[in-house]
């Protein structure tokens, strides 16, 4: 028998590095599909519905067809049992209770305009009644809705909504009987949806899990009474990158080259050229296991120390006392009148701010910098910026009177400006321009305490923003932007020139818990990196092999 025991010893350990980190090790075995339901054993056998949904059914045309009914669902089991010509089983082990960090998908369809939607089943254990739904429902012909409920199951149903937003669709017009690929990406606790083949995106992150393993499926809603949806190429893969580069490493060591050593004929003997590769693949996996940590680059409370109550802001850890007196440094003030959490907060009376030519078409402005100067490029290449904001005062319907903002500064311009608006919502801006038109809105309460933050991706060149958990779709950079250094965070307050009723002295805005942290990719590098480790070592050989 020639078989290499260097091989099986490296295989070994490079299984046992691996079993962690791919998807679905315990049973599951990905890729799943596409199913393309071109027989009802695809459906009986590889899908189970709950005993109060017979609406699902395998049509002859080659897909899961759903008519009539509000909510069908099925979840991917294939321990199925009791399906009958196409109508999914109706028990099984939960043989599939394993999957983590993977993209799943269909294409649907619906036979009449309306509100049909389908979404997908990503539940947490083996429980029926314990996990996510992450769906999309069409708002018109031109408009998906993306929504994420938690406590959803194959026999709980959607659950309780936790996210939602509409998005327009980009060069793409819903029609009937025509299929449209939805995906859903779910990297612990971080969702990214996707319709029409990057038609409509958005993400958003639940920070309350810290997994999404469990047994997957899909839902179906209809348009109506009599209208039918449509779902085909059903199919769960890995997170695709790591995915790729994992199978670059493994194929690389498989392709080693054959070692002549004439005493490789037992495990115990193994030359010392393999140890020192084996061991950098081991420590490359073990780098892959443990990615870099988030980098908190600044962090208060406004506590005492070293903040003292009733003290100006600026001048105090960090904070910039380099701002024109026309954006009324001194405005801001530390204060124990009210509190996100602890004692403490800022707060920027609009009796305080000065009126100033220089703002024109505002009335008055206070900025506010804390300096963080981070180069994206040497270290962790997605930085967050957050606080908690609260904009006390009468709610207005004349637009945006009154805003207590946050906004991300790069060595190139903003990337990004947030806005609690006294007419009740939130606004996203580019941050640059006088007065451009918000990318991103969401309504909010006034008088009440509000999370908002904005996440500046330098790997991508883009920046989304998050109110309260969240998540905008991302937003590209200005093209004409190259600087990867995150330069500053501001707090800045807006005031229109008072009208009639309409005082700024009516408002004060307030702030809190604010922070910035870098934070890693996924561990795609590292994984790259140890692939091609892995392959350049097929051209080489030990001198001492």
């Not at 093209?479 to 009639?500: C, I, K, M, N, T």
């Amino acid at each position: 028998m020639k078989t290499h025991l260097r091989h099986i010893q490296l295989t070994i350990l490079l299984t046992s590095l691996l079993t962690p980190l791919l998807p679905g090790h315990a049973a599951t075995v990905l890729p799943v599909g596409p199913l393309t339901f071109s027989t009802n054993a695809d459906y009986d056998s590889n899908f189970k519905e709950s005993a109060s949904n017979t609406g699902n059914t395998r049509n002859i045309g080659g897909f899961v067809q759903l008519q009539g009914f509000q909510f069908g669902p099925a979840v991917y089991d294939t321990s199925a049992t009791g399906g009958l010509n196409g109508s999914g089983g109706t028990g099984g082990s939960d043989a599939n209770n394993d999957l983590s960090n993977f993209t799943i998908s269909a294409d649907v369809a619906t036979t009449e305009v309306g509100s049909f939607g389908a979404g997908f089943l990503l539940r947490l254990n083996a429980s029926e009644s314990n996990g996510y739904f992450a769906s999309f429902s069409a708002v018109g012909a031109q408009t998906v809705q993306f929504r994420l409920g938690e406590t959803a199951g194959l026999v709980a149903g959607e659950g309780s909504s936790i996210y939602s937003q509409n998005v327009n669709l980009t060069g793409l017009t819903l029609a009937v009987n025509q299929f449209y690929p939805f995906k859903v990406t779910a990297v612990g606790g971080t969702f990214g949806f996707d319709f029409g083949s990057g038609a409509a995106t958005a993400s958003f992150t639940d920070t309350t899990v810290s997994a999404t393993t469990g047994q997957v499926g899909f839902s179906l809603t209809t348009a109506g009474p009599s209208a039918a949806t449509r779902l085909d190429n059903f199919a769960i893969v890995p997170e695709p990158s790591a995915a790729l580069l994992l199978l670059l490493g493994v194929a690389g060591c498989s392709m080693r080259r054959r070692s002549r050593h004439p005493d490789m004929k037992t495990s115990s003997q193994w030359p010392s050229g393999l140890k020192t590769k084996s061991l950098i693949l081991a420590l490359s996996f073990s780098a892959a296991l443990h990615p870099a940590s988030a980098q908190t680059l600044y962090s208060t409370g406004f506590e005492n120390p070293p903040f003292a109550n009733g003290s100006t802001l600026l001048g105090q850890d960090g904070w910039s006392t380099a701002i024109p007196p026309f954006l009324n440094p001194n405005a801001a003030i530390i204060t124990n009148a009210a509190a996100a959490s602890g004692l403490q907060s800022v707060q920027v009376r609009g009796v305080d701010l000065v009126t100033a030519p220089e703002v024109a078409p505002y009335a008055a402005v206070g900025s506010y910098r804390r300096p963080l100067n981070y180069d994206a490029s040497t270290g962790n290449p997605i930085v967050r910026i957050q606080s908690d904001v609260r904009l006390d005062g009468p709610l207005l319907g004349t637009g945006d009177f009154f805003t207590a903002n946050i906004a991300a500064r790069t060595g190139d311009g903003f990337a990004g400006e947030l806005s609690l608006s006294s007419d009740g919502f939130v606004y996203g801006y580019t941050g640059t321009g006088s007065d451009p038109a918000p990318l991103f809105s969401t309504p909010v309460t006034l008088n009440a305490w509000h999370t908002l933050g904005i996440t500046v991706n330098f790997a991508a060149n883009t920046y989304t923003f998050s109110v309260d958990g969240t998540s905008s779709s991302a937003f590209a950079f200005d093209p004409a932007f190259v600087s990867d250094v995150l330069v500053r965070e501001s707090l800045v307050v807006y005031a229109r020139p008072d009208a009639g009723t309409n005082l700024r002295s009516a408002f004060v805005a307030r702030y809190d818990n604010v922070s910035a942290t870098a934070v890693p990719e996924p561990g795609s590098a590292l994984l790259l990196a140890f692939g091609s480790l892995a392959l350049a070592g097929v051209r080489r050989r030990s001198r001492r092999e």
